[in-house]
């Protein structure tokens, strides 16, 4: 079986989507697009669900056609349990089966009630994937898209650390597989080291800085006694 690969699904926000051609004709002019409708309240939306079908029929044929199965999906800005069993609902639908043919389904944690309603999360998805930047600008109430604060928060300071950490622990207690997918890692090779000492089954990382970081995360668990 080939390593597993993770798939997000289409997190675009109306801003950006109104900048494709045609894009006006169909989204709404919303006054905060980085809090506003995307990722997962878009896909049980009937203005926006026979998109979403489309991405589920791509999906579904890469998988059941092509052959790699070894695909999981993951779900962005699940802002909600109840919206999560939505989404999940309409991927049945379209014929992604959670756990038909091996298909996990996890969610991003990017959202602070992600953290704190972890549990009922890990009741309807498989794992996690941790957001750090949008976990860091909710955290502090920061706009990502704003150029006037910028600088004030990242990954590393203490309130989005203790978030990372209250999620990876009850993921590991849940006995579900958690993961990150943000900048921090790349960014900071001291960050990667705490999230090794925290138990992170996986980090993604930008090709540039994937050696620097790869060698920290193997002298982190070299310490830790967890690699040769």
Request: hydrophobic letters at 35%.
């Amino acid at each position: 079986m080939p390593r597993p690969g993770i798939v997000r699904l289409s997190d675009f926000k109306s801003n950006e989507y109104a900048n494709l051609a045609g894009g006006t004709l169909y989204e709404p002019e919303e006054e905060n697009p980085m809090i506003g409708w995307r990722g997962a309240s878009r896909y049980y939306d009937p203005k926006y669900r026979p998109a979403f079908e489309l991405e589920c029929q791509g999906l579904l044929k890469a998988r059941n056609d092509m052959g790699l199965n070894n695909i999981k999906l993951m779900v962005p800005f699940c802002r909600t349990p109840e919206e999560g069993k939505k989404v999940i609902e309409v991927m049945r639908d379209c014929g992604l089966v959670q756990g038909e043919n091996g298909l996990e389904l996890y969610v991003m944690c990017e959202i602070p009630s992600n953290v704190i309603s972890a549990d009922a999360f890990a009741d309807i998805f498989d794992g996690f994937s941790i957001g750090s930047n949008d976990l860091t600008q909710l955290t502090y109430g920061l706009d990502r898209d704003s150029g006037l604060i910028a600088g004030i928060a990242d990954e590393r300071d203490d309130a989005v650390k203790e978030m990372i950490r209250m999620v990876i622990a009850t993921a590991k207690r849940r006995g579900k597989k958690i993961g990150i997918c943000g900048q921090g890692p790349s960014d900071f090779p001291e960050f990667a080291t705490f999230l090794v000492e925290l138990g992170i089954d996986s980090m993604s990382l930008i090709p540039d800085t994937a050696i620097k970081t790869r060698l920290a995360v193997h002298e982190k668990e070299k310490e830790m006694g967890i690699a040769p």
